[in-house]
Structures are given as C-alpha cells and as structure tokens.
C-alpha cells in the first residue's frame, strides 16, 4: 500500500468514526429496534432488525467513503488540476467511442496508455498536494521572513557564527526549492496532458468529420497519433522520475564544503 491508499484509508476511517456520524448510526438504530418491538411475531421482528440494521450499515459505509473521497485534496488547485484530466478523460473516451467503427492503426494501444499515464498522473499530483500542504503548514511564514541581523559585530566569533547562519539559510531555501521542485514537475506534467488530450482529440475529430481525402486525413491523423504518443511517453517518463522525497537526490549530489582546516591552508 503507498502513502496515497494510506491517506485514504486514514480519512475513510477518520469519517467513518466522526462522532456525528456515529451518534446518527445509534439514533437509527435505536430507531430500528423500536419499530421491531411493535411486532408480536418474532420472524417479523428479526427481519426488521436485519434489513433495517442492514440500510443503516450500509449508509453508514457508503456516506463517510462518499465524504472522505471530497476531502482528498487539501488544496483546490491541485484538486482543479486533477478534475481538468479527469475531464479530458471522459471527452476522450466520448470521442473514441463514436471511432470505433473506424479501423486506424494504434487506436488500441493509444487508450491504454492514456489511461496509464492518467492514473500516474493521479497519484503524482496527491503526492504533490500533500507535500505542498506539509510545507506551506510549517514552512511559510519561515521562508517568507528568514531570520535577519540587525548590527554586524566586531567579534571574530561572532562573525563566524552570523557566517554560518547565513550558510544555513541559503541551505534551507536549496532544500526547499528542491522538495518544491517535484510539486512543480507534478503541476506542468498535468498541464501537458490535458492540452495532448485536447490536441488529439481535435485531431480524431476532424478525422471523422472533415471532408478531405482519405488518404491525406489518414496521414496526418496517424502523424498526430505519433507525436501525442511522444508526448504521453515523456509525461509517463516524467512522473517516473518525480522524487517525492523529503530531501531530493538532486540536493545530495551538491558537494559538501570542504573542512576547516583545508580552509585555514589555502
């Protein structure tokens, strides 16, 4: 299970025992259990039990997934971004659907990997929001307003110490930029695949409906096929390499500073 179907799993549960929810499960069932003593016959009453504790399990499954799928994004944006696929989704499967009668190379292959590329897409961007979340939870006010110093010193230690300070600020907004750097990847490959799927689907378009003839509109139809295939492989290649890591390999490849007493020679 990855980070994604874990936070899932965390909301689902944190709605399915919302003390709300949980009071209006007992309400309802006390509810049943009421109606059920009103019946003589004992049949009666345990169907009522069964069916009506049945509704209310039911129901009480069903609303708090229901709640918990809308509170999957903590930011709109990226919420915004993942209804732009989404939506360029079902267009293109609308659109494929009226194609199928049409025998052109690659149109199996083509679905598939959109589909795969859609689904990497989905996890890219909540990895991407719950990063984005974390750090502007904790690191806003700080990167924003870092830490300043007002008279310079005269004491070489002191010096040395606001030298350091200094050091480990620029090191900071590095770091920061690095972890921010995959949310970025994340936010453009979305870009990229909602605009190849208005591209493409353009093109199947006119394809079916544009009267040229069928050898030319055949040809850059398979053109077009070819270029938005290129363009969903780098976005695959590209959300396969998004490093969602606290600390991105890209920072680990900087080198360290050299020790002091090296310093002190040269």
Known sequence: MNDVQRQDRKLFIQELFRAGRLFSVALGLFLVFGVSRLWDQAGRELAILLVGGGAIAAAWLIGARNVSVTKRFYNKRYKALWDGCKDRLSRFDEVLGKMRREQVADLQEMPKTIRRVGESL????RRADMIAFE????????????????????????????????????????????????VHRAEAQSAVFMTTLDSLRMKMI??????RGPELSSMDFLEAMGEAKLQLSAIDQALE??????????????????????????
Do not use: C
Not at 147 to 166: C, G, M, N, V
Not at 206 to 211: A, E, I, K, S
């Open 241 to 266: 390499e998004l490093d969602f890591s606290q600390f991105p390999k890209m920072i680990a490849a900087v080198p360290p500073p050299p020790p002091a007493h090296l310093e002190n020679r040269s």
């Open 206 to 211: 006119g394809y079916r409906l544009v009267g």
């Open 122 to 125: 989905y996890y890219a961007l």
């Open 135 to 182: 750090v502007s939870k904790t690191e806003s006010e700080v990167y924003a307003a870092p830490p300043t110093w007002q008279a310079p010193s005269h004491d070489a230690q002191a010096k040395e110490l606001y030298r350091i300070a200094d050091k480990n600020i620029a090191e900071y907004r590095h770091q920061f930029a690095g972890v921010m750097a995959g």
